[in-house]
């Protein structure tokens, strides 16, 4: 299984990115979002469920994004919208066997990361 997480970049507060991540391998599993901002430990972001029809965010992007999966694509994305200068961080695709979790150590394949930077 290989995981390819893209989108990131610099922006405005305000603004937004959609990040991609593409999946080779086993696709038809659990899928998360995790980000890790400098000095920080990694924090969970979002999931999305096999079948794509429960989605999980931590308190601090509900209402801003969106996840989601193309699975005929084999592809999920996080859609950030109103984006804030505490969302800057590298952002992690990865992928779990069995249903959405929110701890990282969950989860046993990773992309590379992505790094959104949010300016003010």
């Known amino acids: 299984v290989q995981l390819q997480a893209s989108g990131g970049g610099s922006v405005q507060a305000g603004g937004s990115l959609r990040l991609s991540c593409a999946v080779s391998?086993?696709?038809?599993?659990?899928m998360g979002w995790f980000r890790q901002a400098p000095g920080k430990e990694r924090e969970f972001v979002s999931a999305i469920s096999a079948s794509g029809d429960k989605t999980y965010y931590t308190a601090s992007v509900k209402g801003r994004f969106t996840v989601s999966r193309d699975n005929a694509k084999n592809m999920v994305y996080l859609e950030m919208n109103s984006l804030k200068p505490e969302d800057t961080a590298v952002y992690y695709c990865a992928l779990r066997y069995g249903g959405p979790t929110y701890s990282f150590n969950d989860y046993t394949y990773w992309g590379q990361g992505t790094l959104v930077t949010v300016s003010s």
């Open positions: 391998g086993r696709y038809f599993s659990t």
